[in-house]
């Protein structure tokens, strides 16, 4: 019998960051039940519980440990990453997940809480692959979790959240370049309406009754679930795209591809 893990992920040793719910947390468990441990990152004012990540993964047959981190705090990322070597002695992928989501109509938008957004959003991905990449030896995969708001579409009254989204497409493509000589390849993914605590939040994003009215313009007819945007990472941090570097998958059932009526 054909075995249907993909080849290159058992014991291989991942960093989640944003992994206490959603998308983070789905692919925790997802790397859980093909043999990857991960260092779970969860950041300490997230008032979603770790520890069900952590129960999750271990109901599934895999291992974890779960770690605060603050993606804002370079110090912080670098002890994030080091945890993987510090227990198992290898780093081989890196998912950066962490974001925040805040509304802000551009005479509202002030500098703080545009600096506050990039610094999340953005650089706090180029610290998680900077920490990331510096600790791997030989093949890795590094994989940022974009936006369809910024990554394809604008979205009024979120200018510092599109823009953040945008400018990780660009850092993964450049990032591909840099470190493809040390086989790593780096990728992103654009997720479209998904449902997780982020979207389903009323206030800065469309809450659930506006995710449901949203669903019905999806050419899938839905909206998607966390689990099929892990699925497409876990994909990409697999031998099976070995030859896939630079990319920005995107992932929405269809949403960005519909002609408008």
Sequence with gaps: MTSSIPPG?????AI???AASGIGRALAVAYAAQGVRTVVGS????????AETARLVKDSGGECVVHEVDVRDAAQVEAFAQRAIDEWGRLDVAVANAGVLRKAALADLTDDAWDDMLQ???????????????RMEGDGALV????IAGGVYGWGEHAHYAAAKAGVVGLCRSLAVELASRRIRVNAVIPGLIVTPQSSDPVNSL???????AGED????????PEEVAS???FLTSDDAEYVTGQAVVVDGGLTVRMPA
């Design 207 to 213: 809450g659930p009754q506006g995710l449901a009215r």
């Design 120 to 134: 999340v959003d953005l650089t706090g991905v180029l610290r998680t692959f900077r920490s990331a990449a510096a």
């Design 16 to 18: 989640i960051t944003g």
């Design 9 to 13: 992920l058992p014991g291989r040793v």
């Design 144 to 147: 940022a979790v974009s936006s």
């Design 232 to 234: 497409v990472i876990r």
């Design 218 to 225: 999806i050419p899938w007819g839905r909206v998607g679930r």
């Design 43 to 50: 950041y300490p004012g997230d008032p979603h519980d770790p």
